[in-house]
């Protein structure tokens, strides 16, 4: 539903919104100190990763558990390029773990093309898990456990003094706002609007003249290729590329955070980003300050973030983008309101075998729904992505042709 | 040739504790159509349970059972705590939620017991039994965790074909709109299927620690593994999740044997080769029959 939030967006007010961004998040890292630059930097990463995955999984409705390994390919093509070519650009490396990602994501969408819900979670899931130890298995190219140091440096017209931390901040975030504009833009365009048609019904998609395989690996390829970028701006953070960093528990919280913050929306990306990097830091610091013992304090984080995603997920069960859009609707912001689909399912099928684009849609219903969001019945679906609450009429009412 | 049989049995024994996950998958899947990343988690937190039992008592075979008994428990209350009220929901966020149960679980039991690497007794001598002279590779210990898991196996698949209550899992599992209206109560079946669950998940939980070791994490790569292995069989099919489990754990066994120090880091890519083949020809799972989507 809220994925009709990104389509409303003009590309002007796209814009707008990421330069507000980039110039709060200038601000912030000049005002705040060392540790605050490299949260930021952090949470930006966190947002380019979980960026492509809400495209893939919400957009496309494939779910992938294997983002992380997506990350490791990027951080250790960035680490391999500085190691052996260390007079290129760092822009030149992003382009370049950009593609050879995107390369990656183009083999593992075409073997995942015939894979479904578990299936395809399994697959990714243990393609996350595998990856990594490949360094372990060849230490003399990839550094084993130890890893591959990364040398990132700040540019010398910024002044010596210029703090590290801060120009890492500053690239991460500038990454990540250029992925989302163009992520905003790509989930609005033709190819958007294929995934979503992909996603809610396969064969009316394709009835429709939806090149289904080519939509859903495409939509792998900018997945990987936001992953890729992410795990490269990783790599040049901590200067450390080491199988450690690119766990199950990496690719776990990718999707989670994608999930909690509100499925199929860059919204709630950047939520669910926040949430992720700033609950457990918070809770530490609580824990910290009140002198428990080390086991309990390094676990009460743990804890706590484990009863957060329980219970956002049964309070909000559209992410927390969705429930910040519930509130606002309370409290009587009307145009918030107009843009909420309506939350029961239409007619699907006439919807799902509607004509291909370019013959007019009948009108839909208006879009305004009544109810309190998920107040629809329970969806049939048996796919594991299926999704109420996006209904059909929304796409057909956004067809521009 | 002996080498090869070692492997075999050693892997067979492996494979009987990734079926037994793979089995606890499954029920939940077939009852909830939902992945329960929690399952590990929890048989780590009987597990814990059980070395406190055997702690106290000294008797192994006390700790075994209240193991079990908390995973009945422990299944039964989370489906009924966190599961039942996210039906309805879109169908990601139960999955979020067991995630979410996964991290508390993991958090708790580091709360409770540290992080520190705890030993495990197992159920019998580890001396390598011997055909004669030549020594096949498994212990009285590896013949009880094959024994045990096959044992609750088919007690599992007797009870689903003789009892009432198997019937009326069964036909939930198959229909559950039907079986509502023939008089199944079907959120009691699930909470019973979650219970089951949770008890095969504190069996496998008690088998594999005395190799593994017990601590906040260690039942993940169990459960990866598992988790795989139901995959490989197909998520609705019991047999399917013994299959493939076996398929599994011999198949890493003769990895792990026969490509030295490297293959046991390449555990994983073994068996994500193994995956993707089966996938390929099998994209449901080997015992999942196909169903066609075509225009």
Not at chain 1, 247 to 256: G, K, N, R
Not at chain 2, 113 to 142: E, H, I, M, N, W
Request: net charge positive.
């Amino acid at each position: 539903m809220s994925a009709t939030g990104v389509r409303t967006q003009s590309t002007p007010r796209i814009l707008g919104a990421a330069l507000v961004t980039a110039v709060v998040v200038v601000f912030l890292s000049v005002k705040l100190g060392t540790f605050r630059d490299y949260q930021i930097a952090e949470i930006a990463i966190e947002v380019t990763a979980v960026a492509g995955l809400t495209v893939l999984t919400g957009l496309s409705g494939q779910i992938s558990l294997g983002n992380g390994a997506f990350m490791a390919i990027g951080a250790y093509t960035t680490a391999l390029l500085l190691l052996h070519f260390a007079s290129w650009p760092f822009y030149a490396v992003l382009v370049a773990a950009a593609v050879v990602t995107a390369a990656a994501g183009a083999v593992v969408g075409m073997a995942a093309a015939r894979l479904r819900g578990p299936y395809l979670a399994g697959a990714t899931l243990l393609l996350s898990v595998a990856l990594p130890s490949v360094a372990n298995a060849y230490p003399g190219t990839f550094g084993g456990d130890q890893g591959l140091n990364v040398v990132f440096t700040a540019p010398g017209f910024l002044g010596v003094n210029f703090p590290l931390t801060r120009w890492q901040a500053w690239v991460c975030s500038a990454v990540a706002l250029v992925t989302l504009v163009l992520l905003a833009n790509l989930s609005r365009s033709r190819v958007g609007r294929n995934w979503r048609a992909v996603r809610d019904d396969e064969v009316a998609a394709a009835l429709a003249g939806v090149n289904v395989a080519r939509a859903r690996v495409l939509a792998f390829v900018v997945s990987a290729t936001c992953a890729g970028l992410a795990g490269a701006l990783l790599a040049a953070v901590t200067a450390l590329v080491a199988p450690g960093a690119f766990t199950i528990t990496l690719s776990i919280a990718l999707l989670t955070a994608a999930v909690i913050g509100g499925l199929g929306t860059l919204a709630g990306a950047v939520c669910g980003s926040l949430l992720i990097v700033l609950v457990p830091t918070y809770a530490t610091d609580v824990a910290t300050s009140h002198g428990l013992s080390t086991a309990v304090a390094s676990n009460i984080p743990v804890a706590a973030y484990g009863v957060v995603l329980i219970l956002v997920m049964l309070v909000f069960p559209q992410g927390i983008a969705g429930g910040l859009r519930w509130l606002l609707g309370l409290a009587g912001f009307s145009a918030v309101r107009a843009r909420r689909p309506a939350t029961a399912p239409g007619p699907a099928p006439p919807a799902g075998t509607a004509p291909p684009a370019g013959t007019a849609p009948p009108a839909g219903p208006p879009p305004a729904g009544p109810g309190p969001i998920g107040s629809g019945p329970a969806s049939q679906h048996d796919a594991l992505l299926a999704r109420k609450g996006d209904t059909p009429e929304s796409h057909e009412k956004e067809d521009p042709q | 040739m002996v080498e090869f049989l070692q492997f075999t049995l050693s892997g067979i024994s492996f494979g009987m504790i990734y079926a037994a996950i793979a089995l606890s998958l499954v029920l939940i899947w077939r009852g909830t159509r939902l992945l329960n990343f929690a399952q590990g988690g929890m048989a780590m937190f009987t597990t814990y349970i059980a070395l406190e039992v055997i702690r106290h008592t000294g008797s192994y075979w006390a700790g075994f059972a209240v193991a079990l008994a908390a995973g009945l428990v422990l299944g039964a209350a989370a489906e009924l705590a966190v599961i039942r009220p996210t039906l309805g929901k879109p169908e990601l966020n139960a999955v979020i939620v067991t995630i979410g149960l996964l991290i508390l679980i993991e958090g708790v039991a580091g709360i409770m017991y540290g992080g520190q690497f705890r030993s495990f007794p197992a159920a019998f001598s580890v001396v390598g039994l011997k055909a004669g002279s030549t020594p096949l590779g498994v212990s009285r210990a590896d013949v009880f965790v094959a024994a045990a898991v096959l044992a609750a196996a088919l007690l599992l698949a007797t009870g689903f074909r003789y009892t009432s209550v198997g019937l009326r899992m069964r036909a939930a599992a198959f229909n559950a709109t039907v079986a509502r209206l023939s008089g199944v109560r079907v959120a009691r079946v699930i909470t019973v299927g979650w219970a089951l669950a949770g008890l095969l998940g504190a069996l496998a939980g008690v088998l594999v620690s005395p190799s593994t070791f017990v601590y906040p994490n260690s039942m993940d790569s169990v459960f990866v593994l598992g988790f795989t292995a139901a995959v490989i069989g197909g998520l609705d099919s019991p047999a399917g999740a013994v299959v493939g489990g076996l398929l599994l754990g011999v198949a890493l066994s003769y990895a792990g044997g026969y490509l030295g120090s490297q293959g046991s880091d390449l555990t994983a890519l073994v068996a994500l080769g193994i995956l993707v083949v089966v996938l390929m020809f099998r994209p449901d799972g080997i015992f999942t029959a196909g169903r066609m989507r075509r225009v």
